[in-house]
């Protein structure tokens, strides 16, 4: 089973790459599953059902969220029905929505589970260990691909050490930087600490860096903008996994630039 996962997909130049890049890697890497994760695909913040539906379109068999989940204000009227969407599992007062779904890819039961991080984020939310120990009593062996969104590169490696062996993957995302650090542990789960963005290239985390510069350094009210026209890239990991152990035998980066 050959699983692409891509990261944060920032505003619309982010969406445009995917669009244009996922069928192509789909096709040269002969990917079975795609997840993708959608937090900042609407303006950078949160992911409306437009947009939703644009990144399933694109190819994108499950997208994730982050600390963003909320950022679009239609979320809750299109999520109860939005099958590929996987919103954080340890959320403390929403009930719409999954946070660990289950798919079915050529007889192969492949669960993703979206969790987010404690160290550095404002969020409050429900400890991910107790959580994902409480998510593992209830679910059957499976291909478990999990996407940790937490500012913390240790936080990450931890859970993910925590859970060695348990689950198939434990692939970060949030700070919108690739760490060179994929690996397989002992027990065979995968682990990268961020597997980077989707988005602009050049400018701060996929933001324009003056608005980003006015904001953090001068105080400027109003939100990050996105360069629609900046040079693209995309950045994920691609995986493979045994389908009977059920734990990662391959992983490498992925971190492309994507021509129009
Ligand atoms: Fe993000
Ligand atoms: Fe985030």
């Given at each position: 089973m050959r699983i692409l996962f891509l990261g944060d997909v920032v505003g619309k130049v982010g969406r445009i790459a995917v669009h244009l890049c996922l069928p192509r890697l789909v096709n040269k890497y002969h990917v079975d599953f795609v997840i993708v994760n959608g937090e900042n695909a609407t303006h950078g913040r949160g992911l409306n059902e437009s947009h939703y539906r644009y990144l399933v379109n694109a190819g994108a068999d499950c997208i994730t969220l982050g600390n963003h989940w909320n950022g679009?204000?239609?979320?809750?009227?299109?999520?109860?029905?939005?099958?590929?969407?996987?919103?954080?599992?340890?959320?403390?007062?929403?009930?719409h929505g999954q946070g660990s779904v289950s798919f079915d890819v050529n007889g192969i039961e492949v669960r993703v589970t979206n969790m987010l991080g404690q160290a550095f984020m404002n969020e409050v939310v429900r400890q991910p260990y107790e959580?994902?120990?409480?998510?593992?009593?209830?679910?059957?062996?499976?291909?478990?691909?999990?996407?940790?969104?937490?500012?913390?590169?240790?936080?990450?490696?931890?859970?993910?050490?925590?859970?060695?062996?348990?689950?198939?993957?434990?692939?970060?995302?949030?700070?919108?930087?690739?760490?060179?650090?994929?690996?397989?542990?002992?027990?065979?789960?995968?682990?990268?600490?961020?597997?980077?963005?989707?988005?602009?290239?050049?400018?701060?985390?996929?933001?324009?860096?003056?608005?980003?510069?006015?904001?953090?350094?001068?105080?400027?009210?109003?939100?990050?903008?996105?360069?629609?026209?900046?040079?693209?890239?995309?950045?994920?990991?691609?995986?493979d996994f045994d389908e009977e152990s059920y734990m990662c035998t391959h992983i490498e980066l992925v971190n492309i630039g994507v021509e129009e």
């Amino acid at each position: 089973m050959r699983i692409l996962f891509l990261g944060d997909v920032v505003g619309k130049v982010g969406r445009i790459a995917v669009h244009l890049c996922l069928p192509r890697l789909v096709n040269k890497y002969h990917v079975d599953f795609v997840i993708v994760n959608g937090e900042n695909a609407t303006h950078g913040r949160g992911l409306n059902e437009s947009h939703y539906r644009y990144l399933v379109n694109a190819g994108a068999d499950c997208i994730t969220l982050g600390n963003h989940w909320n950022g679009s204000k239609d979320l809750t009227d299109y999520i109860d029905g939005a099958d590929e969407l996987v919103r954080p599992l340890n959320l403390i007062k929403y009930s719409h929505g999954q946070g660990s779904v289950s798919f079915d890819v050529n007889g192969i039961e492949v669960r993703v589970t979206n969790m987010l991080g404690q160290a550095f984020m404002n969020e409050v939310v429900r400890q991910p260990y107790e959580c994902m120990n409480e998510l593992l009593k209830d679910c059957s062996p499976c291909i478990h691909i999990v996407d940790f969104h937490a500012d913390s590169t240790s936080e990450k490696a931890i859970f993910a050490y925590c859970f060695d062996g348990r689950v198939s993957a434990v692939l970060g995302t949030h700070t919108h930087v690739q760490t060179n650090d994929a690996r397989i542990l002992e027990g065979g789960t995968g682990l990268v600490t961020d597997v980077g963005m989707c988005g602009a290239r050049d400018g701060i985390i996929g933001y324009e860096k003056n608005s980003v510069i006015n904001k953090m350094v001068f105080g400027e009210k109003g939100q990050f903008a996105i360069n629609d026209n900046a040079p693209m890239m995309v950045n994920g990991a691609l995986m493979d996994f045994d389908e009977e152990s059920y734990m990662c035998t391959h992983i490498e980066l992925v971190n492309i630039g994507v021509e129009e």
